[in-house]
């Protein structure tokens, strides 16, 4: 009865022959008791197998090895080598099966000179000894498994079908797949090859190689296909993106009356991925509960993983809650899952309810709070996974560091950033990358670039993604040269030049002035094309003043058949701004509500307001910003400016009241436009508030601030106030601000106010020819001069 018990993986069975095992006082029987250690270990509980092991009073050379090998089948490898020096210890001497059981648990922990030791020790091998060396060196070198594979060959012993399994097994990777398919060759000369856990190997290997229809074709040729044929097979078309096939060979294996087990359906969960899969992972859910097996830790973490992937928080939650254990793994989805919502406060507490209930945190937990850090507000956080980083609470790799550094890079701290980085010995391109993105995001072009020298020295091949972010850094004409050398390394270094790619290096040179390469390269074969690539062009036509040549590509980009992103039209219709062409604006905002990007993209929603008020279509720019959904700063900028640009000094000033009215916060540029209206308008008061509001919200004004507040004083006749206003600002004035004092005191006829203005200009500009001019204009206004 108890040797049935593990081919039914009957734990309670096994349990209740114990239970009465016991009360037939028949439990210090030593055969009894060896065989209830190995039932309890082939069922997987370590536990009960343990606690028999410790009530048996008097134990041989098969207790230790039932216990020896229980231990090491649950890769509890320490506590069995504890087991076997206590064994030595007690005078019992091993035999050739426990020498079996050490070889093998030796050999599952890598540890292959120990392997070697007890191999050499045995009095007499087998084949069965000789495939648990062979197995022993598969973990770490497959070179070294053949060598001992031959070794057992010229020693006259024959291979059997384990040892085809466990040399199978290690050619599960796509560069020793002709050495799978000669041991595939060889195995079917010596009749092995339709064993079934060969067959469950061949499956996997080939599968795993990416050889799917060989892969079916062993699975087509077996006799008897057990629970793990099956799950091999519709794991790696799973593995591959063949869902479809997966899923119908999951039915063809219930239609021919195979019960699916826990293996079966984490193969199916983890096929499912994105918000579009949450109906199948509820049916799987549910195929689950209704086959009746238990969910255990791992069934359960995937289940909670996969409702995650979905981004069904409170399934995710739900289920979560539900598990009745839960181990690192599970917390750490739904660490990641909160993480990934955004609810930073909700990953730090789960973590903290996590060493609660005894689990300790790992580096996938710290990586997953690190990503929750996406600015400043979330550094204290960040600083304080780096603390426990410090602390040695968690065993740091170079994944955990790069996440670091990425995460100081994020909220803005370059200098924690480059300590993280100079503290990694051995780096990859990953952390390089970090640390270049560090420096472009805080517009440090200038350390961007020299760090990606560096990384060209340092013998790293750059990725996509280091390229895009060193071209990103390349802004301005005197970078163009550096841009050049980015876009030469990408070239040689191999790499496709893809879509993002290829846009970068169009927005690139459009940014650093040289249309002539932005146009090569748009043109250029080799450079496929998307919406991204086309938009890149167009900016780089109208930030050059090209507006035609954007609008024109415009259309290009239209019959392509391409469909446009916001940056793309916020990119049209500044072209639209700059040559007034309502018409030609109409049109793309007629597109632009086709396509409902006026609610979606606050960047179209702005630049529809600017090209309406520059063009003086007024009423048509009001009325998009009053069916606005997201009427940020910029916004009202637009709107306070189109008023503006067309005298419309009244209804500017009530706009500017009312943006403050509904909690907007202005900008400089928001100041510069009120400020220049009342100038125009000649609304001293409202000038002054607004300057004043300025202030008062700790803005730091601009020289244009400053210009304005002149121009406004000195239209009103108070050159005194604007003087003094100048004199009281601490710095030095611009040559703006003198010149627009300059301007009014010639409006004004003063000239000692104008001749110190005009010193104060030629001072700073001696070949300032304007000052004079303006000056001499004024003293010739003047016969007391």
């Given amino acids: 009865l108890l040797q049935a018990c593990p081919k039914v993986k009957a734990l309670d069975v096994a349990r209740r022959l114990h239970s009465q095992i016991v009360r037939a006082s028949l439990d210090n029987r030593v055969f009894l008791g060896n065989h209830l250690i190995h039932t309890y270990g082939k069922c997987h509980s370590l ?131 002709e050495v799978g398919i000669i041991l595939h060759m060889r195995s079917v000369e ?88 949450l109906t199948e992972v509820k049916l799987v859910h549910s195929h689950i509960v209704e086959s009746g097996v238990s969910i255990n830790i791992a069934l359960g973490t995937a289940l909670v993983a996969m409702y995650s992937k979905c981004e069904s928080l409170e399934d995710t939650r739900w289920l979560f809650e539900k598990m009745p254990q839960r181990n690192v793994i599970s917390w750490n989805v739904m660490v990641t899952a909160y993480a990934k919502h955004g609810l930073g406060r909700k990953a730090v507490q789960i973590t903290e309810y996590m060493q609660l209930d005894g689990v300790k945190p790992d580096n996938v937990t710290c990586v997953g709070l690190l990503n929750v850090c996406t600015g400043s507000a979330d550094l204290k956080l960040g600083r304080k996974v780096h ?150 062009m167009i900016a780089a036509f109208v930030q050059h003043g090209q507006d035609r040549e954007g609008l024109q590509h415009l259309r290009f980009m239209q019959q392509q058949g391409l469909d446009m992103s916001p940056a793309t039209f916020a990119s049209t219709l500044s072209a639209c701004s700059n040559l007034a062409d309502l018409r030609e604006g109409k049109r793309i905002h007629s597109y632009v509500r086709e396509r409902r990007f006026d609610t979606e993209a606050a960047t179209v929603t702005n630049s529809l307001v600017t090209m309406y008020g520059k063009c003086g279509s007024l009423d048509c ?81 601009t020289q244009d601030n400053y210009a304005c507040v002149i121009d406004l004083l000195g239209r009103a006749g108070k050159l005194q106030e604007a003087e003094e206003f100048i004199q009281s600002l601490g710095t030095r004035p611009a040559i703006e601000t003198l010149t627009s004092l300059l301007s009014s005191c010639k409006s004004h006829g003063d000239v000692q106010r104008g001749r110190r203005a005009a010193e104060g200009i030629m001072e700073m500009d001696p070949r300032s020819s304007s000052a004079h001019v303006v000056l001499s204009s004024i003293y010739s206004a003047d016969p007391e001069e």
């Fill in 47 to 177: 536990d009960d197998a343990w606690e028999t092991f410790e009530r048996m009073s008097y134990k041989n050379v098969y207790t230790w090895t039932a216990i020896i090998g229980v231990c090491a089948q649950h890769h509890c490898h320490s506590l069995a080598i504890i087991l076997l020096r206590q064994m030595l210890l007690e005078g019992v001497k091993p035999d050739n099966i426990t020498l079996l059981a050490a070889l093998t648990m030796y050999g599952s922990c890598g540890s292959v000179d120990d392997a070697k030791r007890v191999f050499d020790a045995m009095p007499a091998r087998n084949v069965i000894t000789w495939t648990a060396m062979i197995g022993a060196h598969a973990v770490t070198s497959l070179e070294q498994a053949f060598k001992v594979f031959r070794l057992m060959e010229l020693e006259g012993f024959k291979s059997n079908f384990v040892t085809y399994v466990t040399l199978v097994q290690a050619c599960s990777k796509p560069e020793f797949l």
């Fill in 190 to 277: 010596s009749s092995s090859a339709m064993e079934t856990p060969l067959c469950n190997a061949l499956i996997t290997m080939y599968g795993r190689c990416g050889r799917l229809e060989d892969a079916r074709a062993i699975f087509s040729s077996m006799v008897e296909r057990d629970i793990i044929a099956w799950n091999a097979l519709i794991t790696e078309y799973g593995q591959h993106g063949h869902v479809e096939e997966a899923v119908l060979l999951y039915q063809l294996m219930l239609q021919e009356g195979c019960k699916p087990d826990k293996v079966t359906f984490v193969a199916l969960l983890t096929m499912s991925n994105g918000p579009e899969a």
């Fill in 387 to 536: 603390g426990w980083i410090a602390e040695g609470r968690c065993e740091a790799d170079l994944i955990l560091w790069n996440s670091l550094l990425n995460m100081y890079g994020r909220c803005g701290e370059v200098e924690q950033a480059e300590m993280v980085f100079d503290g990694i010995l051995q780096r990859n391109v990953i952390s390089w990358t970090a640390m270049l993105t560090a420096y472009s995001r805080q517009n440090r072009q200038d350390m961007a670039l020299l760090l990606f020298h560096a990384i060209h020295l340092s013998g790293v091949k750059p990725t996509c993604i280091t390229f895009l972010e060193a071209l990103d850094a390349c802004v301005g004409a005197e970078a163009l040269d550096k841009g050049r050398l980015v876009h030469s390394c990408a070239v040689q270094s191999g790499n496709d030049i893809d879509v993002s790619l290829g846009s970068a290096l169009v927005a690139m040179y459009g940014r650093c002035g040289s249309i002539r390469d932005a146009k090569a390269c748009f043109d250029d074969t080799e450079v496929r094309k998307n919406h991204v690539t086309w938009s890149a």
């Fill in 621 to 701: 720019a009001r009325e998009v910003f009053e069916t606005s959904r997201r009427q940020d700063t910029i916004c009202w900028n637009a709107i306070i400016s189109g008023y503006a640009q067309h005298s419309q000094t009244r209804d500017a000033v009530e706009l500017f009241h009312r943006m403050q009215q509904e909690g907007v916060a202005p900008d400089p540029v928001t100041f510069v436009c009120i400020l220049s209206v009342c100038s125009h308008g000649g609304l001293l008061d409202e000038g002054v508030y607004a300057y004043a509001s300025m202030v008062e919200l700790g803005l730091e004004p």
